[in-house]
């Protein structure tokens, strides 16, 4: 295949490209952001989704598309640029595909579209998001599900995962390593509500096994690696791969939301994100985010990396290369970028 690849040089866009590149396929890359050394790329174009001449330039000579350019992050963004990016963005993908005379793509989604839904949330189950992000993946969700409905042989895979990690990211487990490896982590509760993860290269994998047997149409699959993890657990997992008997102290979940109001005075007056606060204490000790894959299991895939083994690699890249790196925060900004 010759594919597009938007959000290329990101954290999960590399290590498409490299194991797209690994099956002897063609990849051109669109991003806002430049290839690191050693990315590899037969073509890149830097530019913005939101850009109808940037995609056009771009999606020339290919005949199929990955996005995975998107707005996600949960600070700094505004309901604009989520949906300019998220829903705009895949409106002018599809028609630069009709243009092009392309009609095979997979698009990235999230099990964040399924926001406040009766559990087991599976991909039948009602979607209702509770925040920009997840609204806006499920309005992107709409377009690409038009477009296949013009048929024509018009084909989209859907993949919602969870929240991804694996060498390479600073998000979230990167801030539990950190913590957890500098005796700064503390265990609230008792640590037993379901975390659903997804581990890079096992999504990577999952993609690449479902979109050549996808057919016609717009066919949706959630992303989890099986089986889920407890927010004690996974603590417990990276605090063993850093050679530690426990993650942390351990407080009731009271004390510790008490701790972090002072964050959120210096989070409310300075706008700065904050490794500390209220909503990182809730969402990982009190929010419980359990999916199904069912659908994943039942087309034959199987993970080629257990999910205790992901998170062992992650902190071994952490304790080699990752805490002395500066973290690279991909937040697209409100104007449309255009490039010369």
């Not at 595909?97 to 009609?103: L, S, T």
């Not at 004690?232 to 351990?250: M, W």
């Not at 964050?263 to 009190?286: A, C, H, Q």
Request: charged share 25%; net charge positive; aromatic share 8%.
């Amino acid at each position: 295949m010759r594919l597009l690849v938007t959000g290329a040089t990101g954290f999960i866009g590399e290590y498409f490209c490299h194991a797209l590149r690994r099956e002897g396929h063609s990849v051109t890359g669109l991003d806002l952001i430049p290839p690191r050394e050693g990315v590899p790329l037969d073509r890149f174009v830097r530019g913005d989704l939101r850009d109808p001449e940037a995609v056009r330039s771009a999606i020339d000579g290919c005949d199929s598309v990955l996005n995975l350019a998107a707005a996600h992050h949960d600070f700094g963004i505004s309901h604009e640029t989520y949906f300019g990016v998220n829903e705009t963005g895949a409106r002018i993908l599809c028609d630069e595909m009709d243009r092009a005379g392309i009609g095979r793509c997979c698009g990235f989604s999230s099990v964040a579209i399924y926001g406040d839904t009766a559990k087991p949330i599976s991909e039948t189950s009602a979607p209702h998001p509770l925040h920009d992000y997840g609204a806006s993946k499920l309005a992107g969700e709409k377009v690409f599900r038009q477009w296949t409905a013009k048929g024509g042989g018009r084909s989209c895979l859907v993949i919602r995962p969870t929240i991804t990690f694996g060498p390479n990211n600073f998000a979230n487990m990167y801030s539990l390593i950190r913590q957890i490896h500098r005796r700064r982590f503390i265990v609230a509760g008792d640590g037993s509500n379901v975390k659903s993860l997804s581990y890079v290269e096992n999504l990577v994998a999952a993609t690449l096994y479902l979109w050549p047997r996808h057919g016609d149409g717009f066919d949706p699959f959630n992303f989890i690696d099986k089986p889920d993890l407890t927010s004690a657990e996974i603590a417990a997992a990276v605090a063993s791969s850093l050679g530690r008997n426990s993650a942390g102290l351990r407080l009731p979940i009271g004390a510790v939301l008490a701790m972090a109001k002072p964050f959120d005075l210096v989070i409310k007056v300075t706008g700065k994100n904050l490794p500390v606060s209220s909503m990182r204490v809730r969402k990982l000790f009190l929010d419980e985010t359990r999916f199904e894959a069912d659908k994943l299991g039942s087309a034959g895939f199987r993970p080629p990396v257990p999910l205790r083994e992901g998170i062992d690699r992650m902190v071994k890249w952490y304790l080699a290369a990752g805490r002395d790196q500066k973290p690279l925060w991909r937040i697209p900004p409100a104007e449309i970028q255009r490039f010369g």
